[in-house]
């Protein structure tokens, strides 16, 4: 809780303005939901893999199936759909591949993790993700106040393990 709220607090804000914002904004109030259904998401993972009799890879097919359909949708009702959707191949064709072969690996070790161990180990050790995404981020996009966030990440990943302890 420390390391998140040191991320929130901005250099020259006071001590209770994450309190203040988090309160009034909507958005953050969309992030707490997103955590609490991704914390329902993890449990029926390890629930689907370790007790129905599927693969690894055949949940992943259908996960992924799955949210091409969602994203497909909204891409048709909220975009250009299929139109944007070959514009962007034909653009960035090979980083989307990338990217998915990527996706697909870390998701398919994912749930041969989860099959494997408890799903807060499991999680925790996704999470520290985090800290190299802030680091490489970062200094990829020349953000401010790197060593804080760097610290407060390694603080909220430390509490991560211990809960887990």
């Known amino acids: 809780m420390i ?13 209770w303005e994450p309190f203040r914002v988090i309160k009034k904004s909507k958005y953050i109030h969309y992030i707490f939901l997103a955590l609490v259904l991704y914390g329902f998401s993890a449990t029926g993972d390890r629930t689907v ?4 009799p599927i693969s690894s890879m055949a949940y992943i097919v259908f996960i992924h199936i799955f949210l091409a359909i969602n994203f497909f949708i909204m891409i048709t009702l909220f975009h250009n759909g299929i139109h944007g959707i070959k514009n962007g191949l034909k653009r960035n064709g090979w980083w989307v591949l990338l990217v998915a072969v990527l996706t697909v690996s870390y998701r398919l070790a ?7 161990a408890y799903v ?15 680091i490489i981020g970062g200094e990829l996009f020349h953000e401010s106040n790197l060593f804080r966030k760097s610290i407060a990440s390694i603080v909220m990943i430390g509490g991560a393990i211990l809960i887990v302890i």
């Open 3 to 15: 390391g998140a709220y040191v991320l929130e607090l901005g250099r020259d804000h006071d001590f």
């Open 49 to 52: 893999l370790s007790r129905f």
């Open 110 to 116: 994912q749930a041969e993790a989860v099959k494997m």
């Open 120 to 134: 807060a180990l499991v999680s925790a050790i996704k999470r520290t993700a985090v800290l190299f995404t802030i």
